[in-house]
């Protein structure tokens, strides 16, 4: 890995860190093999897989997702993004405003039947 890339996968775990929403994706923990310079990032798991799978699913047996279905997608999304655009920086000046910059359908996951949560903060940036 570049150092670039390097940076990027240390700010996306400190970033993943401080998320905590129903919507987005939980950051467990992350394990360092110095052995072989990888970084593991333990993330919850999501039982549904991503949407841009379902939605590959759905056009291949020509069955419509339905509506309600994707004004629940679109409504869960929408409180993500407001939680990360409206985040306060805390009392030790940590933390802030979050843009996601990489939102498409492989990176909004499904749990379960009934919920969506947003992933891969790679590309995000955090503002003060």
């Not at 150092?3 to 998320?19: A, F, M, P």
């Amino acid at each position: 890995m570049t150092s670039r890339e390097k940076q990027q996968l240390v700010t996306e775990v400190n970033l993943l860190k401080g998320l905590e929403h129903a919507n987005i994706v939980r950051y467990e923990d992350r394990i360092v093999d110095k052995k072989i310079s990888t970084l593991f990032i333990i993330m919850e798991y999501c039982s549904g897989g991503d949407l841009g799978t379902c939605l590959k699913t759905c056009k291949k047996n020509d069955r419509p997702m339905a509506e309600e279905i994707i004004w629940k997608i679109c409504y869960q999304l929408l409180q993500a993004l407001e939680y990360c655009h409206n985040r306060t920086t805390d009392e030790k000046g940590k933390g802030g405003r979050v843009l996601h910059r990489d939102i498409k359908p492989a990176n909004i996951f499904l749990h379960g039947q009934t919920s969506v949560k947003l992933g891969d903060f790679g590309l995000s940036r955090e503002l003060g």
